[in-house]
């Protein structure tokens, strides 16, 4: 077989892709097969108490509303996007949830949090481009860094787990998840 550098880069991407979601969790979650949309759907539900009880915390009850309709959009378009078409809309509505939380003001002192939930759709997004045709276009998110966690949540109970660990250690208990 005589593989072109393009074609070698998306087999090669393909297959290190499928090694890095081995073992993930994500039930039915497979490179070029399906999202687990039910699982993430309920993981970026987690995302969302997480951020808007931060922006409630902090008293922004109007940017705690905004993120609220920001990530129910996301988790919109995650439920209702079609295995094997371009996941554009989705990877869209999730940078533009992640990159509102990155603007607010006064959330820097809570750059652990913020991280975890940066690094929580970013591993979303990647699970969704690998599973995506690369023929539609995705503007790049310029507001926010992309953030790689050593150990992402797969699922909104190892999310809430790591949030509480994190709210803990700042001294936050009126964040902790249930």
Do not use: H
């Not at 109970?157 to 936050?172: C, I, M």
Request: with cysteine; proline share 3%; charged share 10%.
């Amino acid at each position: 077989m005589n593989l072109n550098r393009r074609e070698f880069g998306k087999r090669s991407l393909a297959t290190v892709a499928t090694m890095a979601l081995a073992g993930t969790g994500l039930t039915g979650c497979t490179v070029l097969a399906k999202v687990n949309q039910s699982v993430l759907g309920t993981l970026l539900s987690a995302v969302e108490s997480g951020v808007t009880s931060l922006l409630t915390y902090l008293g922004n009850s109007s940017a705690a509303q905004e993120a609220q309709t920001l990530f129910n959009t996301a988790i919109n378009e995650v439920k209702s996007w079609v295995s094997g078409t371009p996941a554009t809309v989705v990877i869209e509505a999730l940078n533009a949830a992640v990159a509102f939380v990155a603007v607010i003001p006064g959330i820097s002192q809570y750059a652990a949090l913020v991280q975890l939930i940066v690094g929580t759709v970013d591993s979303i997004i990647s699970l969704f481009s690998a599973n995506s045709p690369t023929t539609a276009a995705i503007r790049p998110r310029t507001a926010v860094a992309t953030v790689t966690l050593t150990n992402p949540p797969r699922k909104a109970s190892e999310f809430r787990s790591q949030w509480n660990t994190k709210v803990r250690a700042l001294n936050l208990e009126t964040l902790v998840l249930n």
